[in-house]
């Protein structure tokens, strides 16, 4: 189901409580696709072909575990955002996702540009991260547990 900003207005809560996003932005969308039933791996390869970033909130303790080559965006005294290589095996990328998808703290999507972008990192698991400076990007979410994918277009 695609939303304009208008239907988003209309929301009774934030567009990112609505949709159960894993992050937080300042800025209004100007569409938001809501995809049920999507296939998630598929849809995420796509995204990853057109070279779009793939960004991951990881707790600090557990970064050693992950085993991906990465590049470090952003750290606190709990989490580190990173981007993930494209040196890393696809289907190694995507095990990881399904392992760690409801870990406390874990969050991850693809955006199109990770360029001027603002990032303030969440300080306990109970938070998101916040992104600003969105002009003319978009962002994708994948919830592969339910098969849905969101794609966020500013």
Sequence with gaps: MIYQRRDL??????????FVLSVLTNEEPRELNHMLEA????????????QYSFVILFSNFMLAKLGLEYLLLKKN????????????NF???LSILREYEYVNG????????LDGLNFELAIDSQERVKVTQLS??????????????????Y
Excluded: G
């Design 106 to 113: 874990f969050c991850f999507f693809m955006i199109k540009s």
């Design 77 to 88: 005294n709990s989490f580190s955002l990173i981007s993930i290589s494209r040196k890393n």
């Design 136 to 153: 003319n990007n978009e962002i994708v979410i994948f919830q592969f547990d339910v098969e849905e994918v969101i794609l966020i277009k």
């Design 9 to 18: 207005e209309l929301l009774e809560d934030r567009y990112e409580n609505e």
């Design 39 to 50: 296939k998630p791996e598929t849809i995420f390869k796509d995204y990853w072909e057109k």
């Design 91 to 93: 289907n190694k990328i």
